[in-house]
C-alpha cells in the first residue's frame, strides 16, 4: 500500500499522471481500478490527470449521467464510469465491459461500491479522502498486475508524509 498526501488538485492531477506513465498495458488482459472516495474526494480529478498524460485532450467530464465515458488515445482505451446514479444492476450489465475485457483497455470506476459484483474485479484499488482542505490517497494493489504497476508508481512518486 502507498499512501501520499495531495495538498491540491493539481497534486492529485500529478498521481493520475504518475499511474498513467506506468499502466502496465502488455497485461494480457484489460486492467481496473477501482476509485474509493466520498463525494468530492478527488476521484475524477485522478481520472482527468491520468487521461491527460496518456495524451486525451478534449474535456474530460465527470459521466455522472451517462455512467460511462469511453476514450481511445495511441491504441489504447480508457473507459470512465461513475455508478453513483446506477439505479440497479442491470444497468451496469448494459453498460457492456464484460466485452470490453481486451488487452489495451484500462477501466476505472468512481463508486465501484454501487455494484461491486456486476464488476470486473480490480488490480488497484484508490481510496481518496477529504482532510481539510486538502485529500489523501491510499493506493493498494489487488493484483499480480497491480502490485508491479504500484511498485512503479511509488518509486517515482515521492512521500511527503
Ligand atoms: N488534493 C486536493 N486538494 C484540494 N482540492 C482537491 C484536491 N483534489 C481535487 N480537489 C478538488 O475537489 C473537488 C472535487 O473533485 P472531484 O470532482 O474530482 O471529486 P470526485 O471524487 O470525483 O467526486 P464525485 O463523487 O462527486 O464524483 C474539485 O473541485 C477538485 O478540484
Ligand atoms: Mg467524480
Known amino acids: ?43 475524477t480529478t485522478l481520472v482527468r490527470g491520468l487521461l491527460r498524460e496518456l495524451g486525451v485532450t478534449g ?10 465515458e469511453s476514450y481511445e488515445s495511441n491504441g489504447r482505451t480508457v ?23 481486451r488487452p489495451g483497455v484500462l ?7 454501487r455494484a461491486l459484483e456486476s464488476l470486473p474485479a480490480a488490480d488497484l484499488r484508490v481510496r481518496l479522502s477529504i482532510v481539510g482542505e486538502q485529500r489523501r490517497a491510499q493506493l493498494e494493489p489487488a493484483s499480480a498486475v497491480g502490485t508491479a504497476w504500484l ?7 515521492p512521500s511527503q508524509k
Not at 59 to 68: D, I, K, W
Not at 82 to 101: H, I, K, Q, T
Not at 151 to 157: F, H, K, M, P, Q
Open 59 to 68: 474535456t474530460v467530464r465527470s459521466p455522472s449521467f451517462t455512467l460511462l
Open 1 to 43: 500500500m502507498i499512501e501520499r498526501r495531495l495538498a491540491d488538485a493539481y497534486a492529485t492531477e500529478r498521481l493520475g499522471a504518475a499511474l498513467a506513465r506506468s499502466v502496465p498495458w502488455s497485461a494480457p488482459q484489460s486492467l481496473t481500478v477501482h476509485l474509493h472516495g466520498e463525494l468530492g474526494a478527488g476521484k
Open 151 to 157: 511498485a512503479s508508481v511509488g518509486a517515482e512518486t
Open 107 to 113: 477501466l476505472l470506476v468512481e463508486w465501484p461500491e
Open 79 to 101: 473507459l470512465h464510469v461513475d455508478l453513483y446514479r446506477l439505479a440497479g444492476s442491470a444497468d451496469v450489465a448494459s453498460l457492456g465491459l464484460r466485452d470490453e475485457a
